[in-house]
């Protein structure tokens, strides 16, 4: 068995009298895909918020490899909810922005953002801009980009949710060919149960506020998986009955 890579102890989240996040335990496994699923506004974002220390939490812990979340120390990359190149900057520099924040040298840099445009087939892009490119092209930009600093944790908040279904299932294939040959822990965000159930190892399904973890489910159907294959549309209907409440 892996070792504990996350584990978020008795964690509460309020903003002012809203009380979001209520007291969540949960840990996550070394190489884990975990996928959260909850409705809107359960405190997903508010989550990986946390997680990341962009928000500060009322009380509880989150540990990373045994130690005080620290972003300073642990090597987390987190793909945001919106769209996050940076217009003013073309591919490449994009991708290597990760890296340059980082502290890397110049080699290592170079070398790494090649590796990254090439893992996700944009080396013919690499000179172009932000505005120049599909919604799907941004996307492999922020992988690349996440990818190329070889996170230890990666943090992802509903990645996929603007594009249409056939990209969608084309990304989510070239993501868990990354993972798969990095290893990476992943915490996924979405609120669709079928990407949940498409890509993860492990689900947990979240509450309405105040948040607590209703179930989590273990996902191990074999891969590469088929949304029409009877195991696959089984553990749906398991997931669609648990939350039917939302
Ligand atoms: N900075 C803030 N100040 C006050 N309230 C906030 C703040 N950020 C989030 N909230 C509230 O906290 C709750 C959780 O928000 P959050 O964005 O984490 O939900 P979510 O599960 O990510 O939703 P979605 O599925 O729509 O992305 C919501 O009720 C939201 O209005
Ligand atoms: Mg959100």
């Known amino acids: 068995m892996n070792k504990d890579k996350v584990v978020v102890s008795n964690l509460t989240k309020r903003f002012k009298d809203l009380l979001v996040l209520d007291s969540i335990s949960f840990t996550v496994k070394e190489g884990e895909f975990l996928c959260l699923v909850g409705p809107t506004g359960c405190g997903k974002t508010t989550f990986l918020n946390s997680l990341s220390k962009i ?57 790494r953002t090649n590796e990254a445009i090439s893992m996700v087939n944009l080396e013919k892009y690499r000179n172009y801009y932000p505005n120049e490119l599909s919604a799907s092209m941004l996307q492999r930009v922020v992988i690349a980009r996440a990818f190329a600093t070889k996170p230890d944790l990666l943090l992802m908040d509903e990645p996929y949710g ?85």
């Not at 990359?77 to 290597?96: G, H």
């Open 55 to 111: 928000l500060t939490i009322d009380s509880g812990s989150i540990t990373i490899d045994g130690e005080a979340v620290d972003p300073q120390k642990h090597n987390l990359a987190y793909i945001l909810q919106e769209y996050s190149t940076f217009p003013w900057l073309n591919v490449e520099q994009n991708i290597s922005y990760g890296l340059k924040i980082k502290g890397f040298d110049k080699a290592t840099i170079k070398e």
């Open 162 to 246: 603007q594009l249409d279904l056939n990209l969608k299932y084309k990304l989510e294939d070239e993501l868990l060919k990354l993972w798969e040959q990095t290893k990476t822990t992943i915490i996924f965000i979405t609120h669709n149960i079928e990407e949940a159930i498409y890509l993860s190892d492990r689900i947990l399904v979240m509450t309405n506020k105040p948040t607590t973890i209703k179930t989590a489910i273990k996902n191990d159907l074999a891969r590469p998986r088929k949304v029409s294959s009877q195991g696959f549309v089984d553990l749906r209907n398991e997931v669609t009955d648990l939350i039917k409440w939302w």
